[in-house]
């Protein structure tokens, strides 16, 4: 496609469900970012892909959070047993690779979810 | 903890005025992006840069490694460059290989 897709563009859910975000990157780029905008706050890392794999795990606020990427392309991120803090925009990126020099990141338009 | 520091937080200008956003960052990078955020609106990534300086249209960026601190500029601003501007930097070293962010400078150009 022409840019980063992510679906769905607005999520509602209720305090305790779980719930999957999905990210399909610029066709050919190997490295996946999935980022978090709470209101009133800036932007935050969570995790990134490089191919298949997530080198670092670190950034994921939780365990309730976890992410995946099959096949080198669409990435989900799932989130179990949903707080009301996990009310965000949930943005995704891709790049043409990881390192420095091809890491021009190009973001998807973002995921609204309102927890209740 | 790495950080990455902007300013000013809120930026008020008439239409046609020179802007200047500043970045600081505290640690080495191995590159400074600029990034676009209209209100409502997705992000845009405006330079990517790890020396010198970049220029597309009337949007100018500078990064000192030195000194450890960017500016991007606006030449003859207008009402549409309102928006929130975004600084991010890619750490060198270790850890996590996403962008660390500043808390973005919310511009409004007035007409």
């Known amino acids: 496609g022409a840019g980063v897709s992510q679906s769905p563009s607005n999520k509602v859910t209720e305090k305790g469900k779980d719930v999957e975000l999905r990210c399909d990157p610029i066709s050919g780029h190997t490295a996946l970012y999935w980022y978090r905008q709470s209101l009133g706050q800036g932007l935050e890392f969570l995790i990134y892909?490089?191919?298949?794999?997530?080198?670092?795990k670190s950034g994921l606020p939780s365990d309730r959070f976890s992410a995946e990427r099959t096949g080198g392309s669409v990435s989900t991120l799932t989130i179990q047993r949903t707080q009301q803090e996990d009310s965000a925009v949930y943005l995704c990126a891709s790049s043409l690779g990881a390192g420095p020099y091809y890491n021009e990141q190009f973001f998807g338009p973002g995921t609204r979810l309102t927890v209740l | 903890k790495n950080e990455v520091e902007q300013s000013p937080q809120n930026l008020t200008a008439q239409e046609g005025e020179f802007i200047t956003i500043n970045c600081s960052y505290s640690?080495?990078?191995?590159?400074l992006h600029w990034l676009q955020q209209h209100p409502g609106g997705g992000i845009v990534s405006l330079f990517m840069l790890s020396s010198g300086k970049k220029k597309h249209g009337r949007l100018i960026a500078t990064i000192n490694i030195q000194e450890k601190h960017s500016s991007l500029h606006i030449t003859a601003s207008h009402p549409r460059d309102s928006a929130v501007y975004i600084c991010?930097?890619?750490?060198?070293?270790?850890?996590?290989?996403?962008?660390?962010f500043g808390k973005g400078t919310h511009l409004i150009i007035q007409p």
């Open positions: 892909f490089q191919g298949n794999s997530a080198p670092d």
């Open positions: 991010a930097v890619h750490y060198s070293g270790g850890g996590a290989d996403g962008l660390t």
């Open positions: 640690v080495g990078i191995s590159a």
